[in-house]
């Protein structure tokens, strides 16, 4: 495995000029900051029918992925962007199956929470996106990082909680894949909060991106 950096700062002015082309294709499932992609690899061995793409803000873990799903012929590719501010761009409205959210950075400092992935910007882009009958998956192991990406959520008038209003997932992850995060947290036994998200009827106007 490639030596690569493990935390960037989202908010650096060198990721807000680079454009990736749009993902064409429908029924897709894309995980946001996929890192070395091994839950979008498990999930491909799982529903190989599928299409699934890794959306990382590292280039040497995207070269990465996209070596490893080429060896071994996996339905996989990794695309650099910033989720924050290329998501809209990349999907057409309606062509994704699922987002996954899988233990993003928690960015503990309070100075830093505005680093943190799920913003207001970032759940209108998941919503609407989503195909009709799409789903919104998150799961982190840092209780303060899970209550404020359900706050966001909850405030996104395209998505509605499949567990109840301001409920946590409480059924385990459904989708025969782990991410490293998930499968180190299970064999210590430390807990996992998870919320899931389907897409509303409803459509509204999308909030303005944030400054850097």
Partial sequence: MARVRQHVNPLKGSFWGRRPPPVAGEDLEVEIGCADAQFLFERAAADPARRFVGIEIRDELVAQVNRQAQAIGAPVVAVFAHANLHLGDLFAPGSVARFYVNFPD??????????????????????????????VFFQSDIWDVALDALAVLEAEPTLVNRAGAWSFWRRGNPYSARSRREAWCEERGLPVWRIAYARALSPAPAPSPRAP
């Avoid at 799920?118 to 195909?131: K, Q, Y």
Wanted: aromatic letters at 6%.
């Fill in 106 to 135: 928690p960015w503990f400092k309070r100075r830093h929470h505005k680093r943190r992935v799920v913003d207001a910007a970032l759940a209108h882009a998941l919503g609407t996106r989503l195909r009709p009958d799409g789903e």
